[in-house]
């Protein structure tokens, strides 16, 4: 029998050697056996246009792994051009395959030849299917550049697959159905070492182009935060608003769920109902609210109808209107409209089987309570109603008919104008759609033009909205909204989960340039630009002039509560709408308590721990490098700079903050920043600027502010 030596007495009796005999010998234990752990692994061969080391071309893109097309870079004499088209990839394969634990990175060279930007996913394959995760290469080091070459390195913990999987090829592959152009290639390597530490990227920050905006306080709000949410958080909003509240009865304290649940009509608990309208659950919301110092903003029902009694009622008993596909199981008698073939719905139910209807008067006598109970002006902000475009489908058991052009306003018309003649001094917010389709056409068109619209001079839905509240402002001088609201909730696959895979953070970090960016195509089904707040800016503009009217974002999200890509998609989304002049936004809704998400607020409104808060002017802030680093910034009072920095990449980057375009040469920049492992706001230091900038680096998935004192 033979006997082998275990690991330790091997280690044990090289440690008997010289010390410089002893390392020579252990490298040779370690690296024989696992060579590939110690060197790279290189792919392709400039020099010779070939594969190299096993790998071999399985790609079936319009390929050339010889092209003499673009310059080289290296030295080398050749590059692979590849066709970006039709979904079409390049794709190189190895029998033997390679051992992400033994690489750091897959790192390569890219030219976008006469165009640039072409869009290019990668993903490892596993025995001839693809594993992991797709990964954006524009988020380690793109895009590709027209006529320049570009270093793209991809940490192999990004693809996502087990460390003892062997990965037998990768593809690059185009992500468009469209002819993109030529692209090009070269110094494809598997990367044994850590990467280089990153090369700086610098933050530029100037005076903002005019027209000019003041970060509102407003902008830090929320829906249905609690009292202990609003002390952690110092939200500076609070929300009663949503689908139930559509239907609230202020005065019997019962919301009508709608769709949401069984269409049915709950009465919240109340210790007195003797003492009614008085100890509601909306009074209780607005007191939590102010005695946070927050602002209340409160949705009043214009859909005309309301639970009649606090009697729990629901509008389609299966008793009365037949079987259906689903029913409350705790209440079997409560379906959901819905026939039992899963796609017919019940029609011709009874609203006042639940409802009673309302007016405009109903509406005013609540804010009469309000001022009654709280004081005049306490509560100032109130919603026109919630999302009226989907009452057909949410409120079908009232109103099943599609809303049109002209509903709309008649009914803002109706309550507004009855709400200001008696409440002049309310900010009124509306028309509060859901999203897309809502922007710009009416329900009764559905999601496109049709003759609603073009019986409305061709105006899209919102615009013809704006144009008459400026045209009832011409002819009486009331302007019955002063705020333009709308919900914004991306569309694209897994932004709104917890996936967190390479493919859909970078997804989830583009999808924010619908907020802003006419460039930006929607990558959803919407497959348009959307940039929804240059786009009411203009109609204000148009129809009311240049700020007189504000914006308001009242609904949104961009990920799970607790992860840090979600954190750092509001923190961007939330100093966006600053940038671009949003005056209220709230979160749908409350993050959950000791989340992520709470800290990208946190950083805004309580970055101390002690009350903190950001403030100022809105400057322009330049990152050299966007799709790695977002940057924005502010001027406060007394010398004070808020630079608010996220590195949307994994890795730590470099970063060079320049505020000399402001004048600045001395100061000190106290820093503050969450990343993934944090649970609380950390205070990371206190840096010096010399000639206006200071050096620092992020850490990877971060969000970062600078308060810069130079006073």
């Known amino acids: 029998m033979i006997v082998k030596p ?36 290189q792919v392709y061969d400039g020099k010779k246009g070939t594969l190299v080391n096993g790998w071999q071309n399985w790609s079936w893109a319009k390929v050339n792994f010889a092209s003499g097309d673009v310059a080289p870079p290296s030295g080398d004499s050749f590059s692979i051009s590849m066709l970006v088209s039709n979904w079409t990839a390049l794709y190189m394969h190895n029998d033997q395959g390679v051992l992400t634990s033994s690489f750091t990175a897959l790192q390569f060279k890219a030219h976008g030849g006469s165009v640039g930007n072409q869009p290019l996913l990668i993903q490892l394959i596993v025995s001839g299917n693809p594993a992991g995760s797709y990964v954006d290469i524009n988020a380690y080091g793109g895009p590709l550049q027209a006529g320049k070459w570009v270093t793209i390195a991809i940490p192999m913990t990004s693809f ?70 609003l002390a952690a958080n110092k939200y500076t909003a609070n929300r009663w608003g949503g689908n139930a509240v559509t239907r609230y009865a202020w005065d019997l304290d019962v919301q009508n769920h709608a769709s949401d649940w069984f269409f049915e009509g709950i009465p919240n608990p109340i210790a007195d109902e003797s003492k009614l309208p008085y100890g509601t659950s909306s009074d209780a919301f607005i007191n939590t609210t102010l005695q946070a110092g927050a602002e209340p903003i409160v949705t009043l029902p214009m859909i005309g109808w309301s639970p009649k009694d606090r009697t729990y ?89 599609p809303l049109s ?46 003759p609603d619209q073009a019986a409305h001079g061709g105006l899209k839905f919102m615009e013809y909205y704006i144009s008459k509240v400026a045209e009832h402002k011409k002819q009486t001088g009331v302007q019955l909204i002063d705020y333009v609201d709308f919900h914004y ?7 709104l989960s917890s996936q967190e895979d390479a493919a859909t953070v970078a997804l989830r970090f583009r999808t924010i340039r619908g907020l802003w960016d006419p460039t930006y195509v929607d990558e959803s089904w919407i497959a348009a630009p959307i940039y929804i707040i240059p786009r009411i800016k203009a109609w204000i503009q148009q129809y009311m002039g240049q ?100 590195n949307k990449v994994q890795g730590p980057v470099g970063v060079k903050l320049d505020l000399s375009g402001l004048g600045v040469t001395t100061g000190n920049a106290v820093l503050y920043s969450f990343w993934e492992s944090t649970t609380h706001i950390m205070p990371v230091g206190k840096a010096a600027l010399s000639n206006g900038a200071v050096d620092m680096t992020l850490q990877g998935w971060s969000a970062t502010l600078a308060v810069v004192y130079t006073v």
């Open 6 to 41: 275990s690991f330790l007495f091997l280690i044990r009796r090289m440690m008997m050697l010289p010390r410089l005999l002893f390392v020579c010998c252990l490298l040779l234990f370690v690296c024989a056996p696992l060579a590939i752990v110690c060197q790279d692994e």
């Open 160 to 229: 996502n697959i087990p460390a003892s999987t062997p990965a037998t090829g990768f593809w690059l592959q185009s992500n468009t159905a469209n002819d993109a152009g030529t692209a090009y290639f070269d110094d494809f390597v598997f990367l044994s070492k850590p990467l280089p530490p990153p090369s700086n990227i610098t933050v530029t920050v100037m005076p903002a182009p005019k027209p000019t905006y003041t970060l509102s306080n407003m902008l830090f709000g929320i829906n249905w935060a609690s009292a202990a949410q």
């Open 313 to 401: 009622r629901w509008s389609f008993s299966v008793a009365k209107y037949g079987a259906q596909q689903k029913t409350d199981p705790y209440h079997t008698d409560a379906g959901n409209g819905i026939k039992t073939d899963g796609k017919t719905d019940v029609v011709g139910n009874n609203p006042t089987d639940t409802d009673r209807p309302i007016d405009p008067s109903y509406v005013v006598k609540w804010l009469d309570h309000i001022t009654e109970a709280f004081g005049p002006d306490k509560v100032k902000y109130f919603e026109m109603d919630n999302e009226p475009g989907l009452w057909s489908s949410t409120h079908r058991d009232v109103h099943p008919a």
């Open 405 to 450: 052009y002209d509903e709309l306003w008649n009914r803002t018309l109706l309550y507004a104008s009855a709400i200001k003649a008696k409440y002049p001094n309310v900010k009124l917010m509306g028309p509060v759609p859901w999203g897309w389709c809502a922007y710009l056409y009416s329900p009764q068109d559905g999601c496109s033009a049709g």
């Open 489 to 495: 909730y991306p569309q694209e696959n897994g932004v």
């Open 547 to 646: 700020g007189q009217m504000g914006i308001a974002m009242s609904e949104f999200t961009w990920g799970d509560d607790d992860i840090i890509t979600g954190a750092l998609a509001q923190v961007i989304a939330l100093n966006t709408c600053a940038k671009e002049g949003v005056q209220i936004s709230s979160r749908w809704v409350a993050p959950a308590s000791n989340t992520r998400t709470e800290l990208a607020y946190q950083l805004h409104t309580n970055y101390d721990g002690a009350g903190a808060h950001i403030s100022g002017t809105v400057l322009n802030a330049t990152s050299s490098a966007d799709l790695e680093v977002s940057s924005f910034a502010y001027a406060a009072s007394g010398g004070v700079y808020y630079v608010v920095l996220v």
